[in-house]
């Protein structure tokens, strides 16, 4: 079960269906209708992508586009461009975004897209029409009132840069001039239309989550240890926050392993070392001073084990199962990653009372953020980073205050608490407008 991710995504639905159906007793038949539609996507497209080689040869990549649920407004969420990426994946990743889009109530739906590549093994010029091939896929589909999609793992603001300059190829060569190209993808380089703000919010928007949890927990901010697995995009912007404000980040690690410093990590140093080096494995870097005798190196897994107060995978899904959730020290885990905890997982933390904050609410803020930035190139009006980051921070707190008086009122865990909250408001809409 724990690695086929949409019935993961389908089990939690399922799950979460048993307790709203109370509430929708006078309407019986329209909320399961309601369940059997969210149980898959609205439309998948796929085929494999033909993309020429540096070398004169043509490979071919497959690649995919979920569209879950539009009641809510248009499809919205990243392109993953991975070796492990498959069908079923894109299929959860597509419904969490849907739950995710409603958690903090922007007006979208849930999409999204994935590329079985390692663009680790492609050149610049590979990497580009292989990003322009995709659009090509998409075209029809695509576009701001329609499906708007985002950076997620292994793509980049470039990527969306070749991928704005060919959907507006595609556009000019059929006349449809009036589209607006820049509206139709997000996590753009601020250059080209991105928002200021938007690279840091998703691990921003977290720490904002991490402030709401510490106060409800009872803890002081400069007792509380966390340890992070993961130092790409999310990972490290999570972890740098955490430390500017005063929490002391213990561990980080990337995709070589993790490191391990009991006093404190000086985490905007730990990124120019790893820089420099390649990997973390010797960046215990403390005070501005990097020295491996102040730490220990320890493998990704060990992380998770750590005595700290909190944990936070930030890198990929199904890193805590069942075999390993017993095992876990934690008061409470920030899920920045998706679906990082199998639902086998969550039973085991929530009868050890470990608290959860789930992936739909703690990354929420990447996503909110590419709302604003699809406000602003519908406005043609740019905010400062300060009025982001402003519009930002009360979305967040207010999901998390959501989330906490749902689990105090209904004694579940945070991920029952925040779904019921999510799958409620995509239900109703649904409804609303008839279509169930
Ligand atoms: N890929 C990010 C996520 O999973 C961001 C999606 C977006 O901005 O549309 O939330």
Redesign the pocket.
């Given at each position: 079960m724990s690695n086929d991710p949409h019935a993961n995504a389908v089990q939690q639905l399922h799950q979460v269906a048993e307790l709203l159906r109370p509430q929708y007793a006078d309407q019986a038949d329209r909320f399961d209708q309601a369940i059997t539609k969210l149980s898959e996507p609205d439309r998948v497209i796929e085929a494999e992508l033909s993309v020429k080689m540096d070398d004169g040869s043509t490979k071919q990549f497959q690649a995919y586009r979920a569209q879950h649920n539009n009641a809510r407004g248009p499809y919205?969420?990243?392109i993953r461009y991975h070796q492990d990426v498959s069908l079923s994946e894109v299929k959860a990743l597509s419904t969490w975004?849907t739950w995710?889009c409603a958690v903090t109530g922007i007006p979208y739906g849930g999409g999204k897209g994935g590329v079985i590549v390692n663009p680790r093994e492609l050149s610049t010029g590979e990497l580009e029409r292989l990003s322009r091939a995709y659009v090509q896929l998409v075209a029809d589909h695509i576009g701001p009132w329609q499906d708007?999609p985002?950076?997620?793992v292994n793509t980049t603001g470039q990527i969306m840069a070749w991928m704005v300059d060919e959907y507006q190829q595609a556009l000019q060569s059929k006349g449809q001039l009036l589209e607006n190209p820049l509206a139709t993808f997000?996590?753009k380089p601020v250059m080209l239309g991105g928002s200021e703000g938007r690279e840091e919010a998703?691990g921003l928007g977290g720490v904002f989550v991490l402030e709401e949890l510490v106060a409800k927990l009872g803890l002081r901010k400069q007792d509380v240890s966390i340890a992070v697995q993961g130092f790409g995009n999310v990972g490290y912007w999570f972890a740098y926050h955490a430390d500017r404000l005063g929490y002391r980040v213990v561990a980080v690690s990337d995709s070589k392993g993790a490191i391990y410093v009991e006093k404190g990590l000086d985490v905007a140093k730990t990124l120019e070392c790893k820089k420099k080096f390649g990997s973390i494995a010797e960046c215990m870097c403390v005070d501005g001073v990097c020295d491996p005798s102040q730490g220990k190196v320890l493998t990704n897994a060990e992380l998770l084990e750590l005595p700290v107060d909190i944990i936070v995978p930030a890198a990929l899904e199904n890193v805590i199962t069942a075999e390993n959730a017993g095992r876990i020290q934690a008061k409470a885990i920030i899920e920045m990653a998706?679906g990082p905890v199998t639902p086998e997982a969550d039973e085991i933390l929530a009868k050890n009372g470990v608290v959860l904050v789930p992936d739909v609410l703690a990354?929420a803020g990447?996503?909110t953020t590419?709302y604003f930035e699809w406000v602003q190139n519908l406005q043609g009006y740019s905010w400062t980073h300060e009025e982001v980051i402003s519009k930002l921070k009360p979305l967040m707190v207010k999901a998390f205050g959501e989330m906490w008086a749902m689990r105090e009122q209904t004694n579940q865990p945070g991920r029952m608490a925040t779904y019921m909250t999510a799958i409620k408001r995509v239900v109703d809409a649904m409804m609303l407008r008839g279509v169930v």
């Open positions: 919205k969420g990243g975004m995710k708007i985002a950076p997620d997000t996590g998703t998706n990354n990447g996503v590419s």
